[in-house]
C-alpha cells in the first residue's frame, strides 16, 4: 500500500460519497486528513471518526469552498495547525440539472462558481504552502461528462470540460515547484449525489453501456486518487485518468 506518513491530505467534499472515500484512502495510507465540508458536521465527523478508529488522524473544517475569503482563512488556520499540505484532494462540488432552452441560467452561474471559481481558490491556496516546502500533489475530481458531455447538464459538463484545460496549465506551471496536477474522471458512481437518479430500470440501463459491467464505487475512484496523490506518481502530470469501466469508448 502507498505510504503517505508524515504527510498532511486537504480533501474537499470529504463528508460523503467520493470524498470520503478518498479521505479513508488517505487516511488509511497514513496521512494525517483534513477534510472541508460545506455543512453536514454529523457526516464529517462520521468520517474523521472512522479515520481515527482505523488507527489514522483527521479533523474536519465546515468552510463553503465558494466563499474566497473562507477558504484563505481555512488554508492559513491548517496551515498552522499541521505546518505544511503536500496533497489536495477536490471533490466539491454540484451536479444539478437545467434544461438549456428553458433554463434562466441561474444554475450555469451557480455550477461555474462552485466548480470552477471555487476550484481554482481551493487549488491556489494549497498551492502556494505546497511550494514552500517544494512538494506537493494536487488531485481534482473531474467527470466523463467534460469529455462526453452530457444532455441537461451542459454546466456541469462546461465546468468539467474547463477543468481538464485548467489541470493542463497547472501542470507546466507548478511543476518546476516540484507539484503535480491531475484529474481523476469518473463516470457513473453510486451516491447521495446519484441514488435518486439510478432507479433500478435506469441502473440496469447504464450498466449494459459499460464494458465492465457495472458502475463505479466511491472506493473504486479512491483507488485511483491515492495513487496519483502518492510519491511513487511523480511523472503522472497534467493527465486525466478515467475510472469508469471502458465507458467513454462505448
Not at 516546502?133 to 470540460?161: D, M, W
Not at 496536477?181 to 437518479?197: F, H, K, Q
Amino acid at each position: 500500500m502507498t505510504n503517505m506518513n508524515g504527510q498532511v491530505a486537504v480533501i474537499t467534499g470529504g463528508s460523503r460519497g467520493i470524498g470520503k472515500a478518498c479521505a479513508l484512502a488517505l487516511g488509511d495510507a497514513g496521512a494525517t486528513v483534513v477534510i472541508l465540508y460545506r455543512e453536514d458536521t454529523r457526516a464529517a465527523m462520521s468520517t474523521v471518526r472512522t479515520i481515527r478508529r482505523r488507527g489514522g488522524k483527521a479533523d474536519a473544517m465546515a468552510v463553503d469552498v465558494s466563499d474566497s475569503p473562507l477558504v484563505g482563512e481555512a488554508f492559513a488556520e491548517i496551515g498552522r495547525s499541521h505546518r505544511r499540505i503536500d496533497v489536495l484532494v477536490h471533490s466539491a462540488g454540484i451536479w444539478e440539472p437545467e434544461p438549456f432552452l428553458t433554463g434562466d441560467g441561474a444554475n450555469w452561474t451557480r455550477t461555474l462558481k462552485i466548480n470552477l471559481e471555487a476550484t481554482a481558490t481551493v487549488a491556489r491556496e494549497a498551492a502556494r504552502r505546497m511550494a514552500v516546502r517544494g512538494y506537493g500533489r494536487l488531485v481534482f475530481i473531474g467527470s466523463t461528462a467534460g469529455i462526453r458531455g452530457e444532455a441537461g447538464y451542459s454546466a456541469y459538463a462546461a465546468s468539467k470540460g474547463a477543468l481538464f484545460a485548467f489541470v493542463r496549465s497547472l501542470a507546466v506551471e507548478l511543476a518546476g515547484l516540484g507539484i503535480t496536477s491531475n484529474v481523476v474522471s469518473p463516470g457513473w458512481v453510486l451516491t447521495d449525489m446519484t441514488r435518486a437518479e439510478l432507479t433500478k430500470t435506469r441502473l440496469a440501463e447504464i450498466e449494459s453501456a459499460i464494458p465492465t459491467g457495472r458502475i463505479s464505487t466511491p472506493e473504486d475512484i479512491a483507488a485511483a486518487v491515492r495513487f496519483v496523490a502518492s510519491k511513487e506518481a511523480g511523472q503522472i502530470n497534467g493527465s486525466n485518468i478515467d475510472v469508469n469501466g471502458g465507458v467513454v469508448f462505448s
